[in-house]
Nanobody, 111 residues
């Protein structure tokens, strides 16, 4: 059974930072591409950042230079370091692997 469990969300002021983590189980993690998505109220879910099994990364234009995705195959975890957060980054953030989704973690950027 595949499980993706996100953690690290919360409330942060504009300009602040958060680090999200996604712990994966039930898959051969090192062979899988991983992604972080987000969904804001009233909007469609969108790709934020992806990382391939070989470590290549891609980012949405809106987060380039502020967010960094990384993976640790030793502990089956993919992370998203988010810096210089903006109110428009407020959303539920989801981890994805193939057809599997995590339950999401809320990120709220507000003063």
């Amino acid at each position: 059974q595949v499980q993706l469990v996100e953690s690290g969300g919360g409330l942060v002021q504009p300009g602040g930072s958060l680090r999200l983590s996604c712990a994966a189980s039930g898959i051969i993690f090192r062979f899988n591409d991983m992604g972080w998505y987000r969904q804001a109220p009233g909007k469609q879910r969108e790709l934020v950042a992806g990382i391939t099994s070989r470590g290549s990364t891609n980012y949405a234009d809106s987060v380039k230079g502020r967010f960094t995705i990384s993976r640790d195959n030793a502990v089956n975890t993919v992370s998203l370091q988010m810096n210089n957060l903006k109110p428009e980054d407020t959303a539920v953030y989801y981890c994805k692997c193939n057809i599997y989704w995590g339950q999401g973690t809320q990120v709220t950027v507000s003063s």
